[in-house]
């Protein structure tokens, strides 16, 4: 009898093998599979759901020393403990991790391959692989962390809007505070003839967004950007100018009256408080519930031509969120007192601390319990999800980024493209196979669908099903949606 044929199949990224007999075969198939994916074929057949008892084989790294780049913020903290832990040493790989001057910069250095990956933006890797701005192809195998931003005013801006919000029995303001806090504000320095002006820190970032979603949700515009007619800035029709700050500049730059507030990372929310400058309002965990926030981002080319290199360097990153996020939390003071040294964050350790270790400080003295402000490793944080990379492209559409309307099989693409749970489940199946984590510590996936179920975790409770973005976009009443254009 001929020997049954042997079928290599692709399928949702995760590669499956099926066959009966003919071991030469296998044995071609083996060779030709290290020759054009540079891992071994066990590594290719661990990206199935399930972990058996083989031994996973993953290749020596392409490149062992690396250089990656990341911004003075908290949530590069899985880079600083993947160093300080000896995890990426563990890989087999010599890391040097270099603060960045801002977000552009940090893009353009990836790119040009002078660092070979870095903590980014949840939305730089798309807006750069669909041309907002610089243009080129960056993919993530590994989303860094959950939720970590808040909205910060000014003193001046608190005074005027605090006597008109609710408090509690104890005289506390009762949160999370709306936007429509800020009308009465709006009007007085629109009556006056000053712009009222808030600082994000990059176009596509999840804090611009985040920012304008809680400014729409109280029917305040946040302006749209015209790239077609050479308008990038965002400001058309809006009634609040939102202008581009690096993080650690906000509050300089807010106590000198040049903006009114900010969305930001930590700890630079929590910074406005250490000073007597500003008081954060509301928490973006209250915007969106455990929303995506950084991802660690490469060029697709580098993750072509180093791919045990950059498995290896999601194993570590894995590792790390792990370990901030184990037992509740019980690293997280050992977390603070490294990111506080001036090569990381450079902060104060007790302002770092003040969101890292389970509580958040809103007007000074107001201290309230948070613990899922900061979120590295638990509810799947780290997973690479397609809906996480949808939401970001809806927000890209709405407020006129991406131009023209777009169906949804391209927003499905894109975010097939971009994010890369793939390579996501070779790092994880690799780790177990290793004995370093367990199955459990991932069995709550969504059956790796990369999509999270349809839910309305969002400020005003409308739904976001990332199967469906058009949809999700005709539910707003501010915003482009369908075949609208600016």
Known sequence: MAPK?????????????????????????????????GVSLSALLFGALTVNASPLVLGEPEKEELKLGFIKLTDMAPLAIAYEKGYFE???????????ANWKVLLDRVIDGELDGAHMLAGQPLGATIGIGTKAPIITAFSMDLNGNA?????????????????????????????????PVLEYYKDTGKPFQMGMVFPVSTHNYELRYWLAAAGINPGFYAPEKGDNSGQREAEILLNVTPPPQMPATMEAGTIQGYSVGEPWNQQAVAKKIGVPIIADNDIWKNNPEKVFGVTESWAKENPNTHIRLVKALIRAAAWLDHNGNENRAKASKILARSEYVGADEKVIANSMTGSFEYEAGDIRPAPDFNVFFRYNATYPYYSDAVWSLTQMRRWGQIPQAKPDSWYIDIAKQVYRPDIYRLAVNALISDGLMKQSDFSDVDNETGFRPPHNHFIDNITYDGRSPNAYLEQFSIGLKGDQQI
Do not use: C
């Not at 692709?10 to 030469?24: A, Q, T």
């Not at 001046?156 to 806090?181: S, Y």
């Open 5 to 37: 044929p042997l079928f290599l199949n692709r399928s949702s990224g995760f590669y499956f093998l099926s066959w009966v007999g003919n071991i030469m075969a296998i044995k071609g198939l083996m060779q030709l599979i290290k020759k054009s994916y």
């Open 90 to 100: 563990d890989e087999g790989l010599y890391v040097s991790l270099e603060a960045q």
């Open 151 to 183: 909205i910060t005013v000014s003193n001046e801006v608190w005074q005027q809007i605090k006597p008109q919000l609710p408090v509690d029995e104890n005289g506390k303001v009762i949160h999370p505070i709306k936007a429509e806090a800020l009308k």
